[in-house]
């Protein structure tokens, strides 16, 4: 185990950097902050570290998909209703 903070998916330069492998995400559907950041890192797998999400929330007994707000569709009825109001 190595001494130091970090989370479990954390780097650690020579220089003593921390560097977070999950948990922060870019999401953008503007095409030219997509090509700052392309040109700022780099275009490819090579420069870019990504992972498919998979979570869940339990609730109702039952598993819902994350984004929960995105999938009420899970829900009893009368618990989609709900959370619309």
């Not at 007994?61 to 959370?83: G, M």
Request: aromatic share 16%; with cysteine.
């Amino acid at each position: 185990r190595r001494s130091g903070c970090g989370l479990a998916c954390t780097d650690v330069t020579p220089e003593g950097f921390l560097y977070d492998m999950g948990g922060h995400v870019i999401f953008s559907h503007y095409q030219y902050f997509d090509e700052l950041i392309d040109a700022a890192i780099g275009v490819g797998d090579a420069y870019w570290n990504t992972m498919q999400r998979v979570s869940y929330v339990w609730i109702k007994d039952r598993w819902v998909a994350y984004p929960f707000q995105n999938n009420i569709s899970a829900l009893p009825k009368e618990d989609q209703i709900t959370c619309l109001e």
